[in-house]
């Protein structure tokens, strides 16, 4: 029943989402093994299914992975595991205890014996459970061993961010919490092609990663996906449009959003740049640090709460890095210092609107 009002609630949301320092880790990164997907080409599928195809591909050419989670044998409450036992079994694809903390932990132990363990955490606001797990132990593993064990091989993936009417326990954004823990990667796409190339990545790379998926676009979010394997490289921020006047910085479902402001800013005269952070530990410092010297202002925007949020770590490094360049205050969108609300989302949210009054007030500053 609430997977389905979930699935209701994001098709009456399309319209508004249909556009969609290196830290104690292993050198070298898996995204370099195969080369960036090329644009163009493809066929156009939804975000999930992307997620699904990025799965079949990875069990399919390493036999030591394996998929598992809460409900994940018959598909996933978003269907993104759909087809994977019956295509490998239930021996590789497996139905788990409703235990975050007991997930996280068997995943552990399959990486640390060499295996890739992709493990669903079934919603983002249940990851807290398993915390203990991914921060205490996940993120230490190589570090408390002198790089003599490790469990690289590790990734969790869940659902993160609004959804319509999740309310406050279906529509948290927690990225921030693992962001401040050495030791673990943190990735986030905001299409269906970046999703796919980003969680292969994931998957092979030898630092143990948590890969938040937006469901909001899981559906509303369609574009063209290579079929074939490609990876896109991790702690590589892409600028996804050019711009003179303002910065804007945004990753997940929020870019969405930012994209939409930028081109009524352009009505307005105003030149935005627009990037996607796509990993945000470790971060690329320098695609930003470029763009706001070259604009002298910067933006961040995201749905989790701004207090403590990752964009106040993205303005105080720019601030370090710019600050002679700046010529405003780095403005921050983001949601509210509250639990997330039901009823009372659309204020919560940093919308359209929102965005376009910061931009307006950063420029004139």
């Known amino acids: 029943m609430a997977a389905r009002a979930l699935r209701e609630a ?3 949301r399309r319209s508004w989402a249909a556009e969609a320092g290196r830290r104690c880790f292993s050198g070298g990164s898996a995204g370099a093994a195969v080369a960036e997907r090329k644009e163009g080409g493809g066929k156009g599928v939804n975000l999930f299914t992307a997620v699904n ?8 050419t390493d036999p030591r992975a394996y998929v598992f989670g809460e409900d994940v044998g018959f598909g996933g409450v978003f269907r993104c595991t759909t087809g994977l036992a019956d295509r490998f079994g239930k021996n590789r694809v497996f139905n788990t205890p409703l235990c975050e903390q007991g ?3 068997f995943a552990i132990g399959l990486a640390a014996k060499g295996n890739r363990a992709i493990a669903e955490i079934q919603f983002a606001d249940y990851i807290f459970p398993a ?3 991914i921060v205490n132990e996940a993120a230490k593993f190589r570090y408390r061993s002198g790089n003599e064990f490790n469990c690289g091989g590790l990734t969790i993936r869940t659902p993160y961010g609004a959804v319509g009417h999740g309310g406050h326990y279906h529509s948290q954004s927690p990225e921030a919490f693992f962001c401040h823990v050495p030791g673990l990667k943190v990735v986030i796409p905001r299409s269906p092609r970046e999703a796919k190339g980003l969680l292969l990545s994931s998957i092979r790379d030898p630092n143990p990663v948590v890969f938040f998926e937006p469901k909001w676009l899981y559906r509303l979010a369609v574009e063209e996906v290579p079929e074939e394997d490609y990876m896109l490289p991790l702690s590589q921020a892409e600028v996804i449009r050019k711009g003179s006047d303002i ?3 945004g990753w997940g479902a929020q870019l969405a959003v930012l994209k939409e402001a930028c081109e009524d800013a352009a009505k307005d005269g105003v030149s935005c740049e627009l990037i996607d952070l796509r990993t945000l530990i470790p971060w690329d410092k320098e695609t930003v640090e470029a763009s706001v010297k070259k604009t002298g202002k910067l933006l961040v925007s995201h749905e989790a709460p701004i207090t403590g949020g990752f964009g106040a770590e993205i303005a105080a490094s720019i601030t370090e890095r710019c600050f002679q360049r700046l010529e405003a205050p780095v403005a921050r969108v ?3 210092d509250t639990p997330f609300p039901l009823v009372y989302e659309p204020f919560y949210m940093p919308t359209k609107n929102k965005v376009l009054d910061a931009i307006r007030a950063t420029v004139n500053y």
């Open 334 to 336: 983001c949601g509210l």
């Open 103 to 105: 997930i996280a932990g």
């Open 131 to 133: 915390f203990d797990q």
């Open 247 to 249: 910065t804007l910085i």
């Open 10 to 12: 994001g098709r009456r």
């Open 53 to 60: 195809q990025a799965l079949h591909i990875a069990l399919d």
